[in-house]
């Protein structure tokens, strides 16, 4: 028997591990541990474990479908591209949107913003970091110059106190969750601060178990008994950064004094005075965070606070430092970076500034879309609702908003509006049932290509097996899509090397990287901009990036948010997910060992909120909030705290998506999705 090998990174989270794809008569049969690959040294989590279950799923697409008198009809790819050519051709640029993916490569995404801006001449270009990290990219872009996860990964394990808020990382970032315990087993003191005892708070020296959405008034808190203290770095703010006193003069208020931030949060005065403590005097304090920070109309203000945190007490730039922002997806990280954002090209050069039209427009060699912002995931869908005629036609690559954009009914009025869809996948998505047209793609077994990890790593995907039936991979798709709407030129491309090789000409921090030099196995951090560099894997080691080289300050006041809690709906929502799933559950409940594993959806309550309800354990509940309702199994557990439920939004059945808000951070326009009112019921007995 002949088993093959192959090398490649996992396509779920954004650590980027890597393992072996195990073939074996020309198909995937396995996954078997890669040793030498420093990101996970051999290990796995369950979801990379399983990660060839889904691939040769007999739900994966394998012909064109075009709908017809409203059911789908199997089609040739030439049929389905002189129908989608044509169709593209009758709309003008900004009646048109995309939606690219953080799932797919990089040089997919390239193809995809390039697509957009040179071929259907719209502005309209975003995906899913919008309704993720959008926050991170803001506010340590104000307050750094650059957007990115500070440090590397390796590096948690040499920090002497971590402060991990609004991150489940043991089951979200499984193997970063790991070094977070390397840290624990070098000494340091893990401090945990989230509404749950997840996994990841079980082994933390101490739980600050708040209320979701009052993130800025305890890190102000924290601010202030620094300051009081004596505990901040006065070198690092007189030399590094600007606009201190400002920061100074608002956590200095009695708002934020112990006592009020205990009323806040919930916490106990004593447990975030000993929290300040540990972490203004460890002299090397890391933060790790994810969506319990961002996903807020607050966004931008908490990210904005843990930075001004971290140069107040002059945590950055060192080993065991800095500011982890976990990027989620397997290439969110890629996907920005090559410019699949409504705001920048590729590198995060801003669509606003004509030069860098002009250069896109000279690398091209076409008239590009007008140098303004486009419409982001969550603006488009609400275009799309409210008002009608507006948008008309969009082309949806690796995403599935009809089950992860909030306010599910108002997406599905949404995307009914609009005439004309194209989504492209693996699965017959509930997006994909909405479309006019769906396209197979390849997953990322079947293809050659790179993604970048959360700590900026641009590691390669290596082709395994052929696609299913008829199924291409996305990048060709865009070239052979490219090539019906008469731009061949734009889209020459053999292979995915040679789309790589555009990309580091038209984007500095790849500048420096070829498909030769990712092939080893720690492959390479950027800012890499020359053939010579080494890669960065720590970031603002002498000065940060705005072009006086200073971080700055920005006084933050917390605001609670869109929807407080009252009488009609009297508890706290929060939402996120489980180790088994990822999100909309296309790949994971098509594992049959994950799916086993959560075979459905639950609602968290607290057991005094439970025992006041009359609510026992298991028992079918009805939930809903002002846009609608939901029935769910309870799972009574003290590990939630008291007034606030937790729903994971992976299943269909029970979509946590349909109670959720969709209200946006004002710049980031990330929507609120870790905080709305919501109310119980017993479902009453027929
Ligand atoms: N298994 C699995 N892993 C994943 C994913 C998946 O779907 N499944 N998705 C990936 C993606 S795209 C992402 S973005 C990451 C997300 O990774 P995480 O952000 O770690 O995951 P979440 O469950 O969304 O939320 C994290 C925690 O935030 C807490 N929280 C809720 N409200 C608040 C608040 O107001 N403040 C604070 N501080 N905390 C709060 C929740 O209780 C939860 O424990 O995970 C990635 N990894
Ligand atoms: N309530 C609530 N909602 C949330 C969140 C939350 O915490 N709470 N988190 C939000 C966050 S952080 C995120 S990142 C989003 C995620 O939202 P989405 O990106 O919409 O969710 P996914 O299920 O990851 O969708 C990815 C799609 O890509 C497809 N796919 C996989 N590989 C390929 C490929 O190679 N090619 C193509 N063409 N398709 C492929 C999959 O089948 C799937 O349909 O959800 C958001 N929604
Ligand atoms: S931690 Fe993330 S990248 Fe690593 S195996 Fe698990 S899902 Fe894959
Ligand atoms: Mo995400």
Known sequence: ???????????????????????KDKKVVGVQPWQRNPVNEGKLCPKGNYAWEFINS?????????????????????????????????????????????????????????????????????????????????????????????????????????????????????????????????????????PRLTPTGKIADLHLQFYSGTDVALLNCFMQLILKNGWENKDFIKNRTKDFEKV??????DTYSPENVSKITGVPAEDIIKAAEWFGKSGQSAVLYSMGITQHTTGVDNVKSVANLQMLTGNLGRPGTGICALRGQNNVQGACDMGALANVYSGYQSVLVPEMKKKMEDAWGCQIAEGKVGLTVTTLINTLADEPGKVKCVYIMGENPMLSDPDLHHVEKGLKNAEFIVVQDIFLTETAQLADVVLPATCFAEKDGTQTSTERRVQKWRKAQDPPGEARADWKIICELGAAM?????FPYKSAEEIFNEIARVTPSYGGMTYARLEKPEALHWPCPTAEHPGTPIL???????????????????????????????????????????HTGSMTRRSPSLEREEPTGWVEINPEDAKALGIADKEMLKVSSRRGDIKIGARVTKTIKKGVVFIPFHFIECA????????????????????CACKIEKIKEA
């Open 1 to 23: 028997m002949e088993f093959k090998y192959v090398p490649t990174t996992c396509p779920y989270c954004g650590t980027g591990c890597g393992f072996n794809l195990v073939v």
């Open 248 to 253: 100074k003069e608002v956590v200095m208020k």
């Open 540 to 582: 603002h080691k002498e000065k940060f990036s705005h072009p006086d080289g200073l971080g700055i300050f920005t006084p933050i006041e917390w605001k609670a948010q869109a929807e407080v809690p009252d009488k009609e709906y009297p508890f706290l929502l929060t939402t996120g997910r489980c180790i088994w799933h990822w």
């Open 58 to 194: 007999p739900d994966r697409l394998t012909k064109p479908l075009i709908k017809k008198d409203g059911k789908f009809v199997e089609a040739s790819w030439d049929e389905a591209y002189k129908l989608i050519a044509q169709k593209f051709k009758s709309y003008k640029g900004e009646e048109m949107a995309c939606l690219a993916s953080a799932r797919v490569s990089n040089e997919e995404n390239y193809l995809m913003q390039k697509f957009a801006r040179a071929v259907l001449k719209t502005p309209n270009i975003d995906h899913c970091a919008r309704l993720c990290h959008a926050s991170t990219v803001v506010g340590l872009a104000g307050a750094f110059g650059s957007g990115a996860m500070t440090q590397s990964i390796a590096d948690i394990a040499e920090s002497k106190c971590l402060l991990v808020i609004g991150t489940n990382t043991f089951e979200q970032h499984p193997l970063i969750g790991r070094r977070i315990m390397q840290a624990k087993m070098n000494g340091a003191k893990i401090i945990y601060a989230d």
């Open 656 to 675: 946590a998506n349909i109670l959720t808000i969709n209200a946006l951070d004002p710049v980031a326009k990330i929507p609120e999705f870790k905080a």
């Open 486 to 490: 008469g731009y061949e030129k734009q």
